[in-house]
């Protein structure tokens, strides 16, 4: 009788698990790059003003797609695309009974991201819209909306979890509790709109204390506000907490006079709607190029601002010119502008005296 042989058993090499998201902070900067929702509606896949990011459930592989650009321009962090994905939106759309699949399939894709590129994977809960001050009861409500969110992170395996884009920070300080009762780190941000104040009239280096209080590992700030508008308000921050910060402005010129980009006008501009301002379609006027985001990550990282990125209206190249300025060359840095190849305006050698002579003229040299 023939003897059989042994089968050799091969084990597979088991995907090595990132650095956390604590540990990247305390070596340097963290890049995080959101604006999901405003590069889905000029695409067209998700419709201005319900802001619901239904792209998760109707075309995946177009947010696995953009979830890839983002970590190849230099993002450090992959964010499951949940942000709106919760009770009181998908109620809005007729779409309540998609609740668990949109937040599941949202987790799944970005987790496949990923842990295909070594990013960290993050969770993602947002302003409730049902938050009332004046009564209890939608403070219940919308902890159980964190609650039920959180739980299908946990599911997924996140690496830590995003509260983001609070008006309220009593709203932000129930997030942040339902965060760290799971033990995972906690980015919690607030969102800050004309005033200096949030919309519970607190300072907001205050809200950060509160925030910081319960446990939250960074605090800061996210959307409404542009570059050079959220810069102040970075300085009191980090004057105020001792923990980690968090920076991510929207990528629009907002000014002293129009510090948010809901308060931006355009007066030059004839063709709106009657009676509308720029947002939310019409800002392109208004958008920061990539230099000028760059600089703002410089600057805010000598104030000590760790966790950082550009919220609505960013794309990968606001997200490479930040990755840039902070000294990182992530894979889209080989296609970086080289301008001394250009038929006009190059110094290259090669280049055709003539055309160069050309170039010289219409440059206004």
């Known amino acids: 009788m023939a003897k059989s042989k042994a089968k050799k058993i091969t084990s597979r090499p088991q995907p090595v698990k990132p650095v956390g998201l604590l540990k990247r902070l305390a070596d340097g900067p963290v890049i995080c790059a959101e604006g999901y929702l405003f ?3 000029r695409r067209g896949y998700l419709q201005a003003g319900a802001f619901v990011p239904e792209v998760v459930l109707e075309h995946p592989e177009l947010v ?23 009770r009181e939106k998908m109620k809005i759309i007729g779409r309540e009974k998609d609740l668990e699949r949109i937040n599941r399939q949202g987790l799944l894709i970005a987790k496949k991201v ?5 990013a960290l994977f993050a969770g993602n809960i947002c302003n409730t819209g049902i938050y009332d001050p004046a009564d209890p009861s939608t403070h219940k409500a919308a902890r159980r909306m964190f609650d039920e969110q959180i739980a299908w992170a946990l599911d997924a395996g996140v690496d ?34 004309k005033t200096d104040h949030t919309r519970d009239d607190l300072p907001v280096g205050e809200a950060a204390k509160r925030l910081e209080g319960v446990g939250a590992d960074v605090v800061g700030f996210n959307c409404i506000r542009g570059p050079w508008t959220m810069l102040p308000l970075l ?19 907002t000014t002293p006079a129009e510090p948010t980009f809901q308060s931006l006008t355009d007066p030059d501009c004839h063709s709106l709607p009657e009676g509308r301002r720029p947002f939310p379609t019409a800002l392109d006027p208004f958008v920061c190029n990539r230099y000028e985001i760059g600089d703002f990550a410089t600057q805010a990282y000598a104030l000590g601002v760790r966790y950082l990125g550009v919220c609505c209206g960013a794309g990968p190249h606001h997200i490479r010119g930040m990755a840039e ?5 992530p894979p889209a840095s080989r296609y970086s502008p080289d301008m001394s ?24 040299r």
């Open 235 to 253: 300085e009191e921050l980090r004057k105020a907490v001792k923990c980690h910060i968090a920076a991510l402005p929207v990528p629009y010129r």
């Open 39 to 41: 590069e889905f509606e």
């Open 160 to 193: 830590f979890i995003v509260a983001e884009t609070f008006g309220y920070a009593a709203e932000a300080k129930l997030a942040a509790e339902a965060i760290k009762k799971t033990s995972l780190p906690a980015v919690v941000t607030l969102a800050i709109h």
């Open 64 to 86: 696995e797609m953009l979830h890839r650009d983002f970590v190849h321009a230099g993002s450090d962090v992959v964010e499951a695309f949940t942000y709106y994905a919760h």
């Open 341 to 364: 190849k250009h038929i006009l305006f190059g110094s290259d050698k090669q280049l055709k005296p003539h055309n160069v002579a050309y170039g010289e003229k219409i440059y206004g």
């Open 114 to 118: 990923a842990r295909d590129t070594g």
């Open 325 to 329: 300025a902070l000294g990182r060359k």
